[in-house]
C-alpha cells in the first residue's frame, strides 16, 4: 500500500526547503552575523510571520540539515543486521543515506561557508557535533541491547561524527560528480585499517 503526501505537507516541505536555501545563500553571500531573519524570509518570498512559524531562530535553519541526517542515520542503523558489526553496520547505514546528502552538495558548501563566516557559528557546529555522537552513541547501545549508551557506546559515537566529517571533507574537495558513498567507505576502511594496524602492533609488543 502506497501512501500520498497531502497537499499541506507538500506545501510545509516546499516552504521549509524554500527557508533553508534561501538562508544559506544569504549566509554564504552576506555571513551569518549579517544576516537577518527578516532577509531570509523576502528571498523565500514568504513573511516574517511564516518563517518563525517553521524555525525558532536562524540558527536554527543552519543546521535543519544536519539533525535530519543523523536522525534518520539512527533509524537506518537499527535495521542493519544484528550479526554486522557495530563499524560495518555504521558505514553501510551512512553510504545508504549518501545519494540523497550528494544531491544537497551546493546545499552543503553553502553551509559550510556560512560556518567559517562566523566564530559563535564554529562553536555552535561542534556542539552539534557532540550532540550528534550522542545520538550515534544512543543507537549503537539501542542495537545492543542497553538502555543507556556505555563507554564503548560513545566512543564509537564519536568515531562516526569524525569519520563522516572527514568523508565529507575529501568529497568536497574532490570533482563536483564525486561519490559521497565511497568517500564514507574508504574512510570506513581507513579506520579499520588503523585499528587492525594498532592491534598487530600491540600483539607484536607483547610477544617481543
Known amino acids: 500500500m502506497t501512501t500520498t503526501r497531502s497537499p499541506w505537507a507538500a506545501h ?11 538562508a544559506l545563500e544569504l549566509f554564504a553571500d552576506r555571513g ?25 531562530t536562524k540558527e536554527s ?8 541526517f543523523i536522525r534518520s542515520f539512527a533509524g537506518v542503523l537499527q ?13 553501510a ?33 561542534q556542539a552539534n557535533h557532540d550532540d550528534h555522537a550522542a ?9 545492543r541491547g542497553l538502555a543507556y549508551p556505555d563507554p564503548a557506546c ?3 559515537g564519536t568515531i562516526a561524527v569524525v569519520v563522516l566529517q572527514r568523508a565529507i571533507d575529501r568529497w568536497l574537495a574532490g570533482p563536483a560528480r ?9 574512510e570506513f576502511t581507513l579506520l579499520a585499517d588503523a585499528v587492525g594496524g594498532a592491534a598487530r602492533l600491540t600483539s607484536d609488543s607483547q610477544l617481543s
Open 79 to 91: 535495521c542493519q543486521p544484528p550479526t554486522v558489526s557495530d563499524l560495518d553496520a555504521m558505514r
Open 135 to 143: 545520538t550515534v552513541a544512543a543507537a549503537i547501545a539501542a542495537r
Open 178 to 186: 564525486g561519490d559521497l558513498g565511497a568517500a564514507i567507505a574508504d
Open 61 to 68: 535553519v543552519l543546521f535543519f540539515g544536519e539533525y535530519e
Open 93 to 125: 547505514s551512512f553510504v545508504l543515506l549518501a545519494p540523497g546528502a550528494a544531491r544537497l552538495r551546493k546545499r552543503i558548501e553553502r553551509y559550510r561557508k556560512a560556518v567559517r563566516s562566523s566564530l559563535v557559528l564554529r562553536g555552535r557546529e
Open 12 to 22: 510545509t516541505a516546499r516552504t521549509r526547503r524554500a527557508l533553508v536555501d534561501a
Open 32 to 56: 551569518y552575523d549579517a544576516t537577518t531573519t527578516g532577509a531570509i524570509a523576502e528571498a523565500a518570498g514568504v513573511s516574517p510571520r511564516t518563517f518563525f512559524r517553521y524555525f525558532p
Open 154 to 156: 560513545e566512543l564509537l
